[in-house]
């Protein structure tokens, strides 16, 4: 089993910037991708920003150049640091880990973490 505890959600004004960080304990693999998604009130799940064991990074077009997703292997942790921030970011955040169990991708949720971008 995996546990994954973000943190570094809460209010902030237009233009601000958060850093959110995930932390993965239990059974985690060498090879894995780890990543934040987030989901607004009345809409569906959506990634934000995936980035697998060799830093090879993804992101939705929405964030690209103000969103950063980096990860420390040493500490099993993810961050995402929000720049720019404007109220569509609104949302609930929740990091997700995927790793392979007999040859099949398993998928792991935080909790989530509360963003609110208001004036």
């Known amino acids: 089993q995996v546990q994954l505890v973000e943190s570094g959600g809460g209010l902030v004004q237009p233009g601000g910037s958060l850093r959110l960080s995930c932390a993965a304990s239990g059974s985690i693999f060498a090879i894995n991708v780890m990543g934040w998604f987030r989901q607004a009130p009345g809409k569906e799940r959506e990634l934000v920003a995936t980035i697998d064991n060799n830093s090879w990074r993804k992101y939705a077009e929405s964030v690209k150049g103000r969103f950063t997703i980096s990860r420390d292997n040493t500490k099993n942790t993810v961050y995402l640091q929000m720049n720019s921030l404007n109220p569509e970011d609104t949302a609930v955040y929740y990091c997700?880990?995927?790793?392979?169990?007999?040859?099949?991708?398993?998928?792991?949720w935080g909790q989530g973490t509360r963003v609110t971008v208001s004036s």
């Open positions: 997700n880990l995927v790793q392979d169990y007999n040859r099949l991708p398993v998928n792991y």
